[in-house]
């Protein structure tokens, strides 16, 4: 093929991958999309079809490695402020005795009264419990160390 047609390929992959980005989450098509630009500009001023292909794949897996780090670490922080998971790590107050057996209990976390279960015992109304996990709507809680 003729340089006139591959800057046109790559322009419009480029442009079509960009454009496929803004529909999608996680930024995996937008290192594509970058690199599509740069082999599209190579094409533009007549640098071979080879070196643009290495540009391409190079400038893409380069990007895509680049985002991919933070993308990563969005993930880790987030997780724990997205919705119940919000509540781990901190302390309630038993309202309704959580029997793990029966999967009966109720917290108070904050302000808001959850449902509740306990890997261990059953625990008593007035009992400070902390919330370790959270599973569907219940929140799992575990006696909270008294201090001496």
């Known amino acids: 093929m003729e340089n006139d047609i591959w ?9 079509v991958l960009a454009v496929g980005e803004i529909f999608t989450a996680g930024f995996f098509l937008l290192p594509f999309a970058i690199g599509g630009a740069v082999a599209g500009i190579l094409a533009w001023v007549d640098v071979a079809v080879g070196w643009q292909w290495v540009a391409f794949f190079v400038v893409s897996i380069g990007t895509l ?14 997780t724990k402020s997205v919705g119940a998971n ?8 038993v309202l309704e ?6 999967g009966t209990g109720r917290v108070r976390v904050e302000s808001e009264e959850w449902r509740a279960t306990s890997d261990g015992d059953v625990i008593e109304p007035g009992t400070l419990v902390t919330i370790t996990e ?15």
């Open 65 to 78: 490695m680049y985002l991919q780090r933070f993308i990563h670490k969005q993930d880790i922080e987030d």
């Open 7 to 15: 800057r046109w390929l790559w322009t419009v992959l480029a442009v």
């Open 86 to 93: 919000r509540y781990l790590d901190k302390r309630a107050i």
């Open 97 to 102: 005795q959580v029997d793990p057996v029966s």
């Open 134 to 148: 959270v599973r569907g709507t219940r929140l799992v809680v575990r006696e909270t160390a008294s201090k001496s």
